[in-house]
């Protein structure tokens, strides 16, 4: 027996087969990438129907390469990327592209709502707090920006919804996808009726929650893939949710650390008492909660790096000159908002910035500075996840960024004074979806991946970067406004 996994995410999608002890087929996998449409006023959306067609042909090599394997595809699980917002019309198509949780245009919303809404109460409820990044915000931007657009939607969903509605003629969302758009209530698993009388919605605008699998695809998809017309779709999962089981941390006793595109640390635990703020609350399914804090910077400051500072486009070239700088050597303090800031601050309108450039100053050494700023961030999320994990936990890396980088990864444990273990080769996001869709099978977990040899902050770096940090937060004061604790 055999699962397709499908990571869906805001550069790429990956299409991977995995066996039923979650183990990947090397040959059965495909990777399709694209770019989202940035705009000057801090828009950054992606076409849904190019997005669908990108997914379409992730699924249609890996069908190829898993040969006559193929039949014995059991279900398809999903990972996609959370905080993303389409709305459709009264027949299913889109009335306007996908906005990503990068877009920060709904940022003025966001404060009004916080002047409206008592903004702890509906993070205690919701485990979201009142930003640019959710439901609420978007939506209120949206009825002002584009009225015409809100009043013909008859549903507003993510990606992750659109797709399974259109490979599956069904539409629902899974617990764990409303758990990341700022409008589920935690208590009672539905949707927050104060917060859909503050969006002018009412709940037949959204999708249905719950986690239960198509037994089947809708044409013209059954045509395209016959192998898998019978195969169980999923409901689309949240990529973090999904990177956490694949990275073995599903429980208190591991905090994932994830860097891609953006950057996280998040646990698994069950239903918590209280959630520190700055953090996030979102679900791996019914039982299963997810606590933890994203940054809107990861690998995509090292991108924006080699598109506008010239630096070499090779990972090992652009290491070498990251290894180059010694720490904080280069007399920067950086702020790294290129996309507003999220976590612990939740200043979508807070923007980027690099202090003490001089003439001598070098691409490199703000390259160094900028990765040492996401670093310090992480570390700020790390100081309020700490408490709630287990006694001698351990911090398991993944994601690009950090698999690519050594230097990056001992940046990260100087920042955040811990070992850090890193899985080697491992998509954690796709292999989560696959974990979660054999647990659906009835299949026992299998026995975690071994993690890399750790890597252990060095005493004296990890003294630097705390002075640094501290002037990272004064920058922040002065800068962005005073930080709330």
């Given at each position: 027996m055999l699962v397709m996994a499908l990571d869906v995410g805001s550069s790429s999608t990956r299409a991977q087969c995995f066996d039923d002890r979650a183990r990947?087929?090397?040959?059965?996998?495909?990777?399709?990438?694209?770019?989202?449409?940035?705009?000057?006023?801090?828009?950054?959306?992606?076409?849904?129907?190019?997005?669908?067609?990108?997914?379409?042909?992730?699924?249609?090599?890996?069908?190829?390469?898993?040969?006559?394997?193929?039949?014995?595809?059991?279900?398809?699980?999903?990972?996609?990327?959370?905080?993303?917002?389409?709305?459709?019309?009264?027949?299913?198509?889109?009335?306007?592209?996908?906005?990503?949780?990068?877009?920060?245009?709904?940022?003025?919303?966001?404060?009004?709502?916080?002047?409206?809404?008592?903004?702890r109460a509906v993070h205690e409820r919701t485990g979201a707090p009142l930003h640019a990044t959710f439901f609420p915000a978007r939506l209120g931007w949206l009825r002002q920006a584009r009225p015409a657009v809100f009043a013909r939607a008859a549903t507003w969903c993510g990606f992750g919804e659109y797709l399974t509605r259109r490979l599956t003629g069904g539409l629902q969302v899974s617990i764990s996808m409303a758990s990341g758009t700022g409008l589920m209530d935690q208590t009672t698993g539905g949707w927050d009726r104060e917060l859909l009388a503050a969006c002018d919605i009412g709940p037949e605008r959204l999708p249905p929650i719950g986690d239960?699998?198509?037994?089947?695809?809708?044409?013209?998809?059954?045509?395209?893939?016959?192998?898998?017309?019978?195969?169980?779709?999923?409901?689309?999962?949240?990529?973090?949710?999904?990177?956490?089981?694949?990275?073995?941390?599903?429980?208190?006793?591991?905090?994932?650390?994830?860097?891609?595109?953006?950057?996280?640390?998040?646990?698994?635990?069950?239903?918590?008492?209280?959630?520190?703020?700055?953090?996030?609350?979102?679900?791996?399914?019914?039982?299963?909660?997810?606590?933890?804090?994203?940054?809107?910077?990861?690998?995509?400051?090292l991108a924006w790096a080699r598109r506008t500072l010239a630096l070499p486009g090779e990972d090992a070239a652009l290491d070498t000159a990251l290894a180059a700088v010694a720490p904080d050597s280069h007399g920067l303090t950086a702020l790294p908002f290129l996309a507003g800031e999220r976590s612990p601050g939740w200043r979508g309108d807070a923007r980027a910035a690099v202090t003490g450039i001089s003439l001598a100053t070098t691409a490199p050494q703000i390259l160094r500075a900028l990765v040492e700023a996401v670093a310090y961030r992480l570390a700020a999320v790390y100081d309020r996840l700490r408490p709630l994990a287990a006694p001698g936990h351990a911090v398991i890396a993944s994601g690009g960024a950090l698999g690519h980088s050594r230097v990056w990864t001992e940046i990260m444990a100087d920042a955040l004074g811990v070992p850090i273990g890193v899985l080697p080769g491992i998509e954690a996001s796709s292999r989560g979806a696959a974990l979660l869709a054999l647990g659906a099978l009835g299949?026992?977990?299998?026995?975690?991946?071994?993690?890399?040899?750790?890597?252990?902050?060095?005493?004296?770096?990890?003294?630097?970067?705390?002075?640094?940090?501290?002037?990272?937060?004064?920058?922040?004061d002065s800068v962005v406004g005073p930080r709330v604790s």
């Open positions: 990947p087929l090397p040959e059965a996998s495909a990777r399709v990438t694209y770019d989202a449409t940035t705009t000057a006023d801090g828009g950054v959306e992606l076409d849904p129907e190019a997005l669908l067609e990108a997914v379409a042909r992730a699924v249609d090599d890996c069908v190829e390469r898993c040969g006559p394997r193929a039949p014995d595809i059991r279900a398809v699980g999903l990972s996609a990327f959370w905080h993303s917002l389409l709305a459709l019309d009264a027949g299913g198509a889109p009335l306007t592209p996908v906005f990503t949780w990068a877009d920060t245009r709904s940022a003025a919303a966001a404060a009004e709502l916080r002047r409206r809404l008592d903004a239960e699998p198509a037994a089947a695809l809708a044409a013209p998809f059954t045509a395209r893939w016959p192998a898998l017309a019978r195969a169980r779709w999923h409901p689309a999962w949240g990529d973090g949710a999904c990177s956490n089981l694949g990275s073995d941390c599903s429980g208190p006793e591991r905090i994932a650390l994830n860097v891609g595109t953006s950057a996280a640390l998040h646990l698994v635990t069950p239903a918590p008492r209280e959630v520190p703020w700055g953090l996030w609350h979102y679900r791996v399914d019914a039982r299963r909660h997810l606590i933890g804090g994203a940054t809107s910077e990861g690998g995509n400051v299949r026992p977990a299998p026995p975690p991946e071994p993690s890399g040899t750790p890597v252990h902050p060095d005493p004296r770096r990890r003294d630097i970067y705390a002075a640094a940090r501290a002037r990272q937060g004064r920058l922040y």
